[in-house]
């Protein structure tokens, strides 16, 4: 077992009376009047569709809930953590993007700041990296440069650095959204252990993973209040009997929902192109680290072949930190490779150097659609309508194909609001359309089912078929065994990485097991 608990302070207990959060530029309130009482030591699973305040909620329980332009407060009513008004620093909290949590150039510095701003001796601090990181499953090392990870490792280095702390209040949200399969069991395992004496809330889309090991579920529905509270076999009943969530939540035992229907033609890309849109032979990628100390370059990829069709969706398969977003970046004319050559069809190049790494901004804009793993990196406009319609107003194109994307994506409701004040799932979807809306002949997506709920889910993947079937070559590079069935029903088309190598095909075998829906009990085990 990893120790995490000596000196640990008592679980807290949370209080919130009549709480409502209005964020700055919103219309109406993301959480409305929220009553929650959890007790010390209890574990809650906080659910919902996607943009139902879930993350807000444990911002408020966290005390880091921003005030308005003018000072004036985002939140009302009564927030008590172990019966005072929530502060920072009383709980640990593990927010959705992991970049967030970055304060360090190096990994065991990043883990090390919290205990150290407790005042700890030395020893004690680096004994609770050393039993975070070995908790989180963090394996690649306190030396390791925090902007060589990938992700799911970034992810598993944030939730290290909230158990080096160890606070009497966990609040996670979405700890495991970016990691296989088998690396999400480890550390949601880890989480469970390190949770033992504390009071734990966790945000997951997951519900079959996490109903089994909790006390009690809070469903919040769209209108920011909770629609059902109980014990996890009686909330999720009432989920799926329709009383809540609306065929929103990712209920166990559910069938996957079909990708959504999007109109023939929407998503034409201009130019056409036929064949192999991208060939590329040997690729390789050293980083060449950067840091204060003298570090060994990394090697990314090795030696990778693959070709990019048209008229088709080409998933990138393999472990978190295997290399799958560096080849996407690659494969998007992003990062030159160290080794190898990438060349484009004569038709997608059109009079360019083939090599789309040499081409300018303008050029690779109206030729690919960028969907990134943190999708605020995409966002330049104040506006979620004028980011959507960014690329192709700088193209020259209309707002016609933008405005359409929004209403699919359930975004048009939003078009005023400032991009990063979305929920993590609204900034995917809105990244998503951003890069559709010009029209692009390549699509290269990294994690775009990450933070949906069934109903996002199916439009997104309904958006990424639609853009093959339309003509466009599309890569994306997920963990999600739904959407690698449903763009690859045959699993021979995947391209595997392992250490940054190609491993040969991967044959998707289908959606993880699910608990049959009539098996998930009041809560865990005594």
Request: aromatic share 2%.
């Given at each position: 077992m990893?120790?995490?608990?000596?000196?640990?302070p008592?679980?807290?207990?949370?209080?919130?009376?009549?709480?409502?959060?209005?964020?700055?530029g919103?219309?109406?309130p993301?959480?409305s009047?929220?009553?929650?009482?959890v007790?010390?030591g209890?574990?809650?699973?906080?659910?919902?569709?996607?943009?139902?305040?879930?993350?807000?909620?444990?911002?408020?329980?966290?005390?880091?809930?921003?005030?308005?332009?003018?000072?004036?407060?985002?939140?009302?009513?009564?927030?008590?953590?172990?019966?005072?008004?929530?502060?920072?620093?009383?709980?640990?909290?593990?927010?959705q993007?992991?970049q967030?949590?970055?304060?360090?150039?190096?990994?065991?510095?990043?883990?090390?700041?919290g205990?150290?701003?407790?005042?700890?001796?030395?020893?004690?601090?680096?004994?609770?990296v050393?039993?975070?990181?070995?908790?989180a499953?963090?394996?690649?090392g306190?030396?390791r440069?925090?902007?060589t990870?990938?992700?799911?490792?970034?992810?598993r280095?944030?939730?290290?650095?909230?158990?080096a702390?160890?606070p009497?209040?966990?609040?996670?949200?979405e700890?495991?959204?970016?990691?296989?399969?088998?690396?999400?069991?480890?550390?949601?395992?880890a989480?469970?252990?390190?949770?033992?004496?504390?009071?734990?809330?966790?945000?997951?889309h997951?519900?079959?993973g996490?109903?089994?090991h909790?006390?009690?579920?809070?469903?919040l529905?769209?209108?920011?209040?909770?629609?059902?509270?109980?014990?996890?076999?009686?909330?999720?009943?009432?989920?799926a009997?329709g009383?809540?969530?609306?065929?929103?939540l990712?209920?166990p035992g559910?069938?996957?929902?079909?990708?959504?229907?999007?109109p023939?033609?929407?998503?034409?890309?201009r130019?056409?192109v036929?064949?192999?849109?991208?060939?590329?032979?040997?690729?390789?990628?050293?980083r060449?680290?950067?840091?204060?100390?003298?570090?060994?370059?990394?090697?990314v990829?090795?030696g990778?072949?693959?070709?990019?069709?048209?008229?088709?969706?080409?998933?990138?398969?393999?472990a978190?930190?295997?290399g799958?977003?560096?080849?996407?970046?690659?494969?998007?004319?992003?990062?030159?490779?160290?080794?190898?050559?990438?060349?484009?069809?004569?038709?997608?190049?059109?009079?360019?150097?083939?090599?789309?790494?040499?081409?300018r901004?303008?050029?690779?804009?109206?030729?690919?659609g960028?969907?990134?793993q943190?999708?605020?990196?995409?966002?330049v406009?104040?506006s979620?309508?004028?980011?959507?319609?960014?690329?192709?107003?700088?193209?020259?194109?209309g707002a016609?194909?933008?405005?359409?994307?929004?209403?699919?994506?359930?975004?048009?409701?939003?078009?005023?609001?400032?991009?990063f004040?979305?929920s993590?799932?609204?900034?995917?979807?809105?990244?998503?359309?951003?890069?559709?809306?010009?029209g692009?002949?390549?699509?290269?997506?990294?994690?775009?089912?990450?933070?949906?709920?069934?109903r996002?889910?199916?439009?997104?993947?309904?958006?990424?078929?639609?853009?093959a079937?339309?003509?466009?070559?599309v890569?994306?590079?997920?963990?999600?065994?739904?959407?690698?069935?449903?763009?690859?029903?045959?699993?021979?088309?995947?391209?595997?990485?392992?250490?940054?190598?190609?491993?040969?095909?991967?044959?998707?075998?289908?959606?993880?097991a699910?608990?049959p829906?009539g098996a998930?009990?009041?809560g865990?085990?005594?």
């Amino acid at each position: 077992m990893v120790e995490l608990t000596r000196a640990a302070p008592a679980a807290l207990r949370v209080r919130v009376r009549g709480l409502s959060v209005t964020p700055p530029g919103a219309a109406r309130p993301v959480l409305s009047g929220v009553d929650l009482d959890v007790p010390a030591g209890q574990r809650v699973l906080l659910a919902g569709p996607s943009g139902s305040g879930k993350s807000t909620l444990l911002r408020a329980l966290a005390g880091v809930v921003e005030e308005g332009p003018g000072g004036e407060p985002a939140a009302t009513g009564e927030v008590l953590v172990g019966g005072e008004g929530a502060r920072p620093g009383v709980a640990g909290l593990l927010l959705q993007d992991p970049q967030d949590a970055v304060v360090a150039t190096t990994a065991g510095r990043d883990t090390a700041f919290g205990p150290e701003n407790l005042a700890l001796a030395r020893e004690e601090v680096w004994r609770r990296v050393a039993r975070a990181h070995a908790a989180a499953r963090f394996t690649a090392g306190r030396e390791r440069e925090v902007v060589t990870l990938s992700g799911g490792e970034r992810q598993r280095l944030a939730l290290a650095g909230v158990l080096a702390l160890a606070p009497g209040l966990l609040l996670l949200d979405e700890p495991t959204s970016m990691l296989d399969a088998p690396t999400a069991d480890a550390v949601r395992a880890a989480v469970l252990e390190a949770a033992d004496g504390r009071t734990l809330v966790v945000v997951d889309h997951d519900l079959a993973g996490w109903a089994p090991h909790v006390d009690r579920v809070v469903l919040l529905g769209r209108d920011g209040r909770p629609a059902a509270d109980g014990p996890p076999g009686r909330v999720l009943a009432v989920g799926a009997g329709g009383g809540a969530g609306d065929g929103e939540l990712w209920l166990p035992g559910a069938p996957d929902p079909a990708p959504a229907d999007v109109p023939a033609g929407l998503l034409a890309p201009r130019p056409r192109v036929g064949g192999d849109a991208l060939v590329g032979e040997g690729l390789g990628l050293v980083r060449r680290r950067r840091g204060l100390r003298p570090a060994a370059p990394a090697t990314v990829l090795t030696g990778v072949d693959v070709a990019v069709p048209t008229g088709r969706v080409t998933p990138l398969t393999g472990a978190s930190g295997s290399g799958k977003s560096s080849l996407l970046g690659v494969l998007a004319g992003l990062t030159r490779p160290t080794a190898g050559d990438l060349r484009a069809a004569a038709a997608l190049a059109a009079r360019l150097r083939p090599q789309p790494w040499r081409w300018r901004s303008r050029e690779l804009a109206a030729r690919a659609g960028w969907v990134p793993q943190t999708p605020e990196h995409a966002f330049v406009r104040p506006s979620v309508r004028a980011e959507a319609a960014a690329t192709a107003a700088a193209l020259g194109l209309g707002a016609d194909r933008s405005d359409a994307l929004l209403e699919l994506l359930g975004l048009a409701h939003r078009a005023d609001v400032d991009p990063f004040r979305l929920s993590g799932g609204e900034q995917r979807r809105l990244a998503l359309a951003g890069a559709l809306a010009a029209g692009p002949a390549v699509l290269l997506a990294d994690e775009p089912t990450v933070g949906q709920d069934r109903r996002t889910w199916s439009v997104v993947v309904g958006l990424l078929r639609a853009a093959a079937r339309d003509g466009a070559a599309v890569v994306v590079s997920s963990h999600d065994d739904r959407l690698l069935g449903a763009v690859d029903p045959a699993g021979t088309a995947a391209v595997h990485l392992d250490a940054g190598r190609r491993v040969g095909g991967h044959r998707v075998a289908g959606p993880p097991a699910r608990t049959p829906a009539g098996a998930v009990g009041a809560g865990r085990a005594s």
